[in-house]
Nanobody, 121 residues
Framework: QVTVVESGGGSVTTGGSMRLSCEAS????????MAWHRQAPGKLREVVAQ???????TYSEASQGRFTISRDGAKPTAGLQMNSLLPADTAVYYC???????????????WGSGTQVTVSS
């Protein structure tokens, strides 16, 4: 069974920094893209940043220049360094990990349960 756990959420004031971590466990055929998403109250979930197993990185407009996603090679471990945080960044942050399962050799995505990030003014 493949599972994902996020850690590192909490509260910070405007302009502060925070680092989130994500680690997946299990024994799939391979690990794929890892991504951070967030969902603020009353809003749809949105992608914040993602990194492929080959290290290609993309950011949303909201996170570009302030957030940095990192990954330990092709391992299912990723971090999200968030700087210059704003109240608008307040949300539950989720990590997702793509993988190829051993039973059907199909691509799947597993999600963590999320971690709350609160930025106060």
């Amino acid at each position: 069974q493949v599972t994902v756990v996020e850690s590192g959420g909490g509260s910070v004031t405007t302009g502060g920094s925070m680092r989130l971590s994500c680690e997946a466990s299990g024994s799939p055929v391979s690990w794929g893209t890892m991504a951070w998403h967030r969902q603020a109250p009353g809003k749809l979930r949105e992608v914040v940043a993602q990194v492929t197993r080959d290290g290609q990185i993309t950011y949303s407009e909201a996170s570009q220049g302030r957030f940095t996603i990192s990954r330990d090679g092709a391992k299912p471990t990723a971090g999200l360094q968030m700087n210059s945080l704003l109240p608008a960044d307040t949300a539950v942050y989720y990590c997702s990990v793509e993988y190829m399962d051993r039973q059907y050799f199909m691509a799947n995505t597993v999600w963590g349960s999320g971690t709350q990030v609160t930025v106060s003014s």
